[in-house]
């Protein structure tokens, strides 16, 4: 059975099942859920705990497979977890963890908790994953994007007693708020909890720009696949800060320069294939375009032209030159300077027409 985030409270109140599985890569979103569980299964008698990390291909599963069938003499009711940071068990590890499973039915002893990592499709569809799945319940998280924090922080800070103020200016605050924390949860959650203890109130606290600007710290962490995101959504001033923020954290330019460079050619691509008559679904697939992507290609490809996209792979061309050593005339020599104005070029033909960023 599959659960969201969302539905913990509704669940718990429904009664607690005797197997979880939590995947996801928003570490934060599993620890509280997990602790959430700890805490009812405590409340339920679960006073015993015992925790198994798998490390290395030739981990002893008979150990976690012998816990779940003894007791100490002082427990009535136990929790093991079991935690596989690679999220590959091997194969030993999904015999046991299919045994398991299916051990787990009907089990009022014992509770068990499995925590991975973010999975990929051939994973989830892996037999000791589906029966993790068939006999227990199984809560994805998934990250929290940029276009949903403010909403987020907004929530986190009502609920320790604190809000912005309403209307533009609430929203402005909640915006800086998430351009200081974005890719970095687990310090968003702690910027959240210093604000409840440098503001106190015992009533609902209103929270100025100026208050939040000079507490929170600038923690965010970004990656190259969501700078790709920003670039095609037309975000300048967004791609921008990015860039600036993979510079100081000391990303390759090599790499920065490969994920713009893709976009561009994939763009060219489907573009082609569009005006051999492909439809944009087929065209799009054709190209291995999906997910979020595949809605940023549908929306950009109309109103990029030719002439445009063969200047932006000419620019492409230029830049992996800069990145690698090479002068090119006209253009910046410094690598990351060359970037901001590749990014700037193909974020002006994916602006949105009549919006500004």
């Not at 922080?153 to 007693?161: E, K, N, T, V, W």
């Not at 291995?288 to 940023?296: A, D, F, P």
């Not at 830049?319 to 193909?346: F, N, S, T």
Request: proline share 4%.
């Amino acid at each position: 059975m599959q659960l969201a985030p969302s539905q913990l409270q509704q669940h718990l109140q429904r009664g607690l099942n005797s197997l979880y599985t939590l995947h996801g890569d928003e570490p934060l979103l599993v620890q509280e859920f997990a602790d959430a569980l700890r805490t009812a299964a405590r409340a339920q008698g679960y006073t015993e705990r015992t925790v198994h990390t798998v490390a290395g291909a030739h981990f002893d599963w008979s150990e976690v497979l012998a816990s779940g069938g003894s007791l100490s003499l002082f427990a009535d009711k136990q929790i093991i977890e079991i935690r596989i940071p690679s999220g590959k068990p091997g194969k030993d590890g999904s015999a046991a963890l299919q045994q398991i499973a299916e051990r787990s039915k009907g089990d009022d002893s014992t509770l068990t908790l499995v925590l991975l990592p973010r999975l990929d499709s051939m994973t989830t569809k892996g037999a000791w994953f589906g029966a993790l799945e068939s006999f227990g319940t199984t809560v994805k998280f998934d990250p929290i994007d940029r276009r949903s924090l403010p909403a987020w922080i907004a929530q986190r800070l009502q609920q320790q007693g604190q809000r912005v103020a309403a209307g533009e200016e609430g929203q402005r605050t909640l915006q800086f708020f998430a351009d200081r924390v974005e890719g970095n949860l687990l310090a968003a959650h702690q910027e959240i909890q210093k604000l409840g203890l440098l503001y106190p109130s015992p009533e609902e606290a209103v929270l100025s720009f100026d208050q939040v600007e000079n507490a929170v710290l600038n923690v965010a962490r970004y990656d190259v696949f969501k700078l790709s995101e920003a670039v095609l959504g037309g975000q300048a001033l967004r791609v921008q800060r990015m860039l600036d923020g993979l510079q100081s954290e000391g990303e390759s330019e090599v790499l920065v320069h490969w994920a713009l460079a893709e976009d561009i050619r994939s763009l060219k691509r489907v573009k082609d294939a569009l005006n051999a008559g492909r439809p944009m679904p087929m065209a799009l697939r054709e190209n291995r375009v999906w997910g979020i992507k595949e809605k940023l290609f549908e929306r950009v490809l109309p109103q990029i032209g030719d002439t445009a996209l063969a200047n932006l792979l000419h620019a492409a061309h230029k830049v992996d030159g800069i990145v690698k050593g090479l002068k090119q005339p006209d253009w910046p020599q410094d690598g990351w300077q060359a970037l901001q104005r590749l990014a700037g070029m193909v974020c002006e033909q994916c602006t949105p027409k009549g919006r500004v960023h």
